[in-house]
């Protein structure tokens, strides 16, 4: 791997000798990634036994392409469908889908603060952002926050093309981007706010470039949602009346408001960023320890109150940030964690340009890198040391110590001789039949909470022709008790997903509470084939 010498950096003194610093490259960063990915991934595989829960919803959407799903907008499903045909329904193809999309993520940061502020700058950005917890111990994940991470990067580098080039076909692809992140998750709107509160500081509505610009990317990021909206009217508008339920039309009281927001805080900053904060901080003492740090702000270039690079990092990696408390606080949203994941990647940038210009570009990444490697080492240790093989010694619960291998043996071979064959559908909570429906080699189609309405795939009069497997719980309505096992599925959590208790077992301790039965083809049914 080849890294160019840097001499731009000249912070310090102007009679202090130039010192010539090693660059990373694109293609040391793309092989640098490659090495990230492989290591993690291959942790990650070994510490989970079961997929994580939005993996395996993607790969129970798709079974059928369409414009939109019960929960979410249908992007991320359009993304995996191809590879799922060319490699098949694994689990493994989710996790590389995760890698790719978030580590494309990071690429694009990198080349865009390469631009904005050097190649210093952007090495050490790139470095610490992998240090973000959402970006290494969750690089597995594939849902609709993991495709909104690549789509919300990816507009803050077109956003800077078509400003500083002011061309309409920068404006027009900064709409499309828009549109794509709108198909994928409606929390594109944080980006949308991020994108105008830079066009308001740079006072861009005065050039009638940027006016046209702006005006073309509105149409066209409408122009791709309208199939979309059609869906929504058309089922209800499920995905927004889901978002409203789970979260933001949770009404939370003035004392819930206060204390959700400043935990979502304290987890986005504190427990997922400090080992990134670490690494910044760790820099910095060994530019100052040297030093060849900045002494002043005098002795580096002087700031114009209105730089376009400062404004585009903090709309980015503030802005989000200040936003989303502010939903939670006004309009009683509960904040989910991993809202966080599209927009934290910024955070590292925001916080190194509160330095004095040019303070990071004396930085050699190769001095950091021990530290870097010593911080995830430390993140990999404690992922094992709390992976399904410890996970008793440290009170350790969570649905990924699920042996989904086990769970699947539990039930398979009685359901096919019940059902003379292969199993063609299993119904019963999305979370628990989609991981079933996996680990089967007959790879059947998941009849969600046993809801057709939630289940496009499955065709009229399917489960009476072939019959199913069916989960969920036994228990009479309204007396299932809450059993105290930890997040591993308490009875309540299936008691909306009732089966007949004729025939049915529990499915065993590993899921306390959910139980399982084989549901026989409806007599005269025509024969078993898929349609």
């Known amino acids: 791997m080849h890294h160019p010498l840097d001499s731009s950096a000249r912070a310090g003194s102007s009679n202090s000798p130039v010192r010539e610093r090693l660059a990373l490259t694109p293609s040391g960063v793309g092989l640098g990634l490659l090495v990230f990915a492989i290591i993690w991934l291959v942790a990650l595989g070994f510490t989970t036994s079961s ?82 917890t959402y970006y290494n111990k969750r690089l597995f994940y594939y849902n609709h926050n993991v495709v909104l991470l690549l ?26 981007a828009i549109g794509l992140g709108a198909l994928t998750k409606y929390q594109i709107a944080v980006t949308v706010v991020s994108v105008l509160a830079f066009v308001a500081h740079q006072r861009a509505w005065r050039d009638p470039a940027h006016r046209v610009g702006l005006l073309g990317a509105g149409l066209t990021a409408l122009l791709l949602l309208v199939p979309h909206i059609e869906w929504l009217r058309g089922h209800d508008f499920g995905p927004i009346g889901y978002a409203v339920e789970s979260s933001l039309g949770v009404g939370l009281g003035a004392p819930a408001r206060i204390e959700n927001t400043l935990l979502w805080l304290v987890d986005q900053l504190l427990s997922r960023g400090v080992p990134a904060f670490a690494l910044l901080g760790v820099a910095a003492w060994q530019l100052r320890r040297s030093g060849s740090a900045p002494r002043a702000l005098s002795l580096t270039p002087s700031t114009p109150d209105r730089d376009p690079a400062r404004a585009l990092i903090f709309a980015w990696g503030i802005v989000p940030l200040c936003l989303m408390p502010l939903i939670g606080i006004f309009l009683g949203a509960e904040l989910k964690g991993h809202w966080g994941t599209a927009f934290l990647i910024f955070a590292v940038p925001a916080a190194m340009e509160l330095a004095p210009r040019g303070f990071w570009d004396r930085i050699d990444w190769l001095k950091l890198l021990p530290a870097f490697l010593v911080i995830q080492g430390a993140l990999l240790s404690e992922e094992f040391a709390v992976s399904s093989d410890g996970r008793a010694s440290f009170g350790f619960h969570h649905l990924k110590a699920l042996d989904s291998a086990a769970y699947a043996k539990v039930i398979a071979d009685r359901a096919r001789a019940e059902l003379g064959g292969r199993i063609h559908v299993v119904s019963g909570p999305e979370r628990q039949a989609g991981i079933l429906a996996i680990e089967l080699p007959d790879k059947p189609l998941v009849l969600i909470d046993g809801r057709p309405d939630r289940s496009p795939w499955i065709s009229a009069g399917l489960v009476d022709r072939c019959g199913a497997v069916e989960l969920g719980s036994t228990a009479v309505a309204g007396l299932t008790r809450r059993v105290e096992v930890g997040p591993l599925a308490p009875a309540a959590r299936y008691a909306d997903v009732h089966i007949d208790p004729v025939g049915a077992e529990p499915v065993g301790p590993m899921l306390p509470g959910l139980s399982w039965r084989v549901r026989l083809p409806k007599p005269g049914a025509p024969p078993c084939e898929l349609t």
């Open 151 to 176: 789509l919300s990067v990816a507009c803050a580098a077109l956003l800077w093309q078509a400003y500083t080039s002011r061309r309409l076909r920068w404006w027009i692809a900064l709409g499309v």
């Open 51 to 132: 997929a994580p829960s939005d993996n395996i919803e993607q790969l129970t959407w798709v079974r059928s392409l369409e414009w939109g799903y019960y929960k979410h907008p249908p992007l991320p499903t359009w993304l995996i469908w191809l590879p799922v045909q060319v490699f098949g329904l694994s689990v493994w193809v989710s996790y590389l889908m995760g890698a790719v999309l978030t580590l494309g993520a990071f690429a694009i940061m990198w080349r865009l603060l390469r631009t904005l502020r050097g190649s210093a700058f952007a090495d050490i950005a790139l470095m610490a952002g992998l240090c973000l």
